[in-house]
Every structure is written in structure tokens, then in C-alpha cells.
Antibody, heavy 116, light 109 residues
């Protein structure tokens, strides 16, 4: 069964850092553009970051530009999101998802809570 | 930046009824870049429609998408109990790369 599994979430203080991982199974991550999305509690969906299949180009939402960095390790079939200088408003469930124009397959999500 | 507006914000219907959800873009967009997702509580979004009208894998044919330009519609012809959820439209672009509408909640009357 195809899976994307996020890990690395948790509780962190404002100004702190976290690194999210997304591991793919039963499909080859390297063939796809990959993305991170997030959803604050009780709110809608928000795009965070994208990376092209080969890893050469990365894109970030204005709200996270300069603080978050998306990366991938195709050899390990994994996607990452390094989150620095975290703010209370970054609190959300973070999802990794496959696809360039739309997300055709999503992980189950991981909660990140930024609170003092 | 294109803004997506969804209406209504919520819809109360009975199983077997027809649901019509609207997504309006602030400017004309490429239809192939418009998608719809279903999200149930505590679950990840699930792709329902891509390219404005193409059903995703495993999506039953009671779901259909239509529209062009600035106006797009997701129709569920006969609601099943498992269809009650929040539905989001999404547009692919350059900056930002993905834009979502605020969602329409379809709940049971």
C-alpha cells in the first residue's frame, strides 16, 4: 500500500526549530515534485513549500520564506522541512503531499505546536 | 495573486440529495490547474477532481466537476453518508504555488 509518513513534529517554544521528515513507501519519491502544506487548528489548508523532483528548485510561501527550508534525499526516498525561528502562528498539522499541479497523494499529517 | 472564493460556506442536505458547490477565482484561470479536495475530520485531504473535471482514482461517478474561466462547480449527484465533509478548491500558480479556497462544509440535515 502506498504511504507517506510524516515524523518530527511536537511542541517547541517560539524561536525554536524543528525538522519534519516525510518517508515514502511503495513508490519512488524521486519521480515527483513534492510539497508541504499545513492546516492551523479549525482553519483551512495553506501551502508551505514545494521542491521539484530533482531537487534543483525550491519554493516557499511568503509567510515562511527565510525561516523554513524544504529539501529531499531521493536516495532515502524522503522529504524534509527544516523549520527555524518558529512562531506561535506556525502551529498547525503539517502534511506532505505528492504532485506538481495538485496533491494526488497525502500523508496523514503531523502536529507542530509552537507555544511557550 | 488569484483569490479563490467558495460558496456556500456550509450546506445542510440529506442523503440522496444533490450538492452543488461553487468556487470562484478573482481572475480567469487555466482550467487544468483547478482541483477539488475532500477532507473529513481528523483526516488528510483527498483529491476528488483535477483539471476542473477529471475524477481522481477511486472517486465514484456521483462526483463531477465543471467550469472554466473564473467559475467552477463541484457536483455530488446523490449524497451518500460518506460524502459529508469539507470540500476545498485549489489552484496551481507561480506565486504562490498553490492557493486554496476557504472550503464548503457539507453536513447532514
Amino acid at each position: 500500500e502506498m504511504q507517506l509518513v510524516e515524523s518530527g513534529g511536537g511542541l517547541v517554544k517560539p524561536g525554536g526549530s524543528l525538522r519534519l521528515s516525510c518517508a515514502a513507501s511503495t513508490f519512488t519519491l524521486s519521480a515527483y515534485d513534492m510539497n508541504w502544506f499545513r492546516q492551523a487548528p479549525g482553519k483551512g489548508l495553506e501551502w508551505v513549500s514545494s521542491i521539484v523532483s530533482g531537487g534543483a528548485f525550491m519554493y516557499h510561501a511568503e509567510s515562511v520564506q527565510g525561516r523554513f527550508t524544504i529539501s529531499r534525499d531521493n536516495a532515502k526516498n524522503s522529504l524534509f522541512l527544516q523549520m527555524d525561528s518558529l512562531r506561535v502562528e506556525d502551529t498547525a498539522v503539517y502534511y506532505c503531499a505528492r504532485g506538481r499541479i495538485f496533491g494526488d497523494f497525502w500523508g496523514q499529517g503531523i502536529l507542530v505546536t509552537v507555544s511557550s | 495573486e488569484v483569490v479563490l472564493t467558495q460558496s456556500p460556506g456550509s450546506l445542510s442536505l440529506s442523503p440522496g440529495e444533490r450538492a452543488t458547490l461553487s468556487c470562484r477565482a478573482s481572475q480567469s484561470v487555466v482550467s487544468s490547474y483547478l482541483a477539488w479536495y475532500q477532507q473529513k475530520p481528523g483526516q488528510a485531504p483527498r483529491l476528488v477532481i483535477s483539471g476542473a473535471s477529471t475524477r481522481a482514482s477511486g472517486i465514484p461517478d456521483r462526483f463531477s466537476g465543471s467550469g472554466s474561466g473564473t467559475d467552477f462547480t463541484l457536483t455530488i449527484s446523490r449524497l451518500e453518508p460518506e460524502d459529508f465533509a469539507v470540500y476545498y478548491c485549489q489552484l496551481y500558480g507561480h506565486s504562490p504555488r498553490f492557493t486554496f479556497g476557504p472550503g464548503t462544509k457539507v453536513d447532514a440535515k
